[in-house]
């Protein structure tokens, strides 16, 4: 457990949540997958989807399925979400994930998300989760600008009264990188989510964490 006396780095920590805290990567591929099925559209791969994860519905259908008419893209979200809701009880938090937590919370920073995920979506899984009462804040992508748009992260600053130099993005996606570096703050990337390492480290994070455990370390010692 981290000192609490221990000066701080940074006041605000923001998170990602699907690939970073939650192991939700693979679900997300295969129901994208599923819907395009459904609707009878080409089938993109496993990299084509998984590199939509953490953009708003809208620009991740548009990039997932650029064939798909616009007007159909009401109908490829609901059977998106018919199949992930199907299955999302089986996907779990990563090992690690609520030590690290309680230890950031210790150490008194102030928590959030930042997701792409729709407010609906991120309610259910913090509650499934158990981790509704953990984040000081939370913004997902149907109440405010989509990632990379830095509103999300300027958002949750404000709410906070954090300042930019004092404020770490931690995501397992270019566009988590793009969206800190759009706010002006410091990133931490996560290799064990959806984007390759060698797409994120071309935004000179401050760290590649290849594991949980590497993360949970790297934040013990230097967030």
Same mark, same amino acid.
């Given at each position: 457990? !981290?000192?609490? +006396?221990?000066?701080?780095?940074?006041?605000?920590?923001?998170?990602?949540?699907?690939? +970073?805290? /939650?192991?939700?990567?693979?679900?997300?591929?295969?129901?994208?997958?599923?819907?395009?099925?459904?609707?009878?559209?080409?089938?993109?791969?496993?990299?084509?989807?998984?590199?939509?994860?953490?953009?708003?519905?809208?620009?991740?259908?548009?990039?997932?399925? =650029?064939?798909?008419?616009?007007?159909?893209?009401?109908?490829?979200?609901?059977?998106?979400?018919?199949?992930?809701?199907?299955?999302?009880?089986?996907?779990? *938090?990563?090992?690690?994930?609520?030590?690290?937590?309680?230890?950031?919370?210790?150490?008194?920073?102030? *928590?959030?998300?930042? +997701?792409?995920?729709?407010?609906?979506?991120?309610?259910?899984?913090?509650? *499934?989760?158990?981790?509704?009462?953990?984040?000081?804040?939370?913004?997902?992508?149907?109440?405010?600008? =989509?990632? !990379?748009? =830095?509103?999300?992260?300027?958002?949750?600053?404000?709410?906070?009264?954090?300042?930019?130099?004092?404020?770490?993005?931690?995501?397992?996606?270019?566009?988590?990188?793009?969206?800190?570096?759009?706010?002006?703050?410091?990133?931490?990337?996560?290799?064990?989510?959806?984007?390759?390492?060698?797409?994120?480290?071309? /935004?000179?994070?401050?760290?590649?964490?290849?594991?949980?455990?590497?993360?949970?370390?790297?934040?013990?010692?230097?967030?």
């Amino acid at each position: 457990m !981290p000192d609490p +006396t221990r000066l701080r780095r940074f006041d605000l920590i923001a998170f990602d949540w699907d690939g +970073t805290l /939650f192991d939700s990567t693979a679900l997300i591929v295969r129901s994208i997958q599923a819907a395009c099925v459904d609707l009878g559209m080409p089938v993109p791969s496993d990299a084509q989807a998984a590199y939509v994860i953490g953009l708003g519905l809208m620009d991740a259908l548009r990039h997932a399925v =650029p064939d798909l008419p616009v007007e159909r893209y009401p109908e490829l979200g609901r059977r998106y979400r018919h199949h992930y809701v199907a299955r999302q009880h089986e996907v779990v *938090l990563f090992e690690g994930t609520r030590d690290m937590l309680a230890g950031l919370k210790a150490r008194q920073h102030w *928590l959030a998300v930042a +997701t792409g995920k729709s407010r609906m979506g991120l309610d259910e899984a913090l509650e *499934l989760a158990g981790l509704r009462e953990v984040f000081d804040g939370t913004r997902t992508a149907d109440e405010t600008a =989509p990632k !990379p748009h =830095p509103l999300m992260l300027q958002e949750l600053m404000a709410e906070t009264g954090a300042e930019p130099q004092r404020t770490l993005m931690i995501g397992d996606t270019t566009h988590d990188l793009q969206l800190a570096a759009n706010a002006g703050v410091a990133a931490v990337a996560v290799g064990y989510g959806a984007h390759p390492v060698e797409d994120m480290r071309r /935004f000179s994070p401050l760290f590649v964490a290849q594991t949980p455990r590497q993360l949970q370390q790297w934040l013990h010692e230097h967030a």
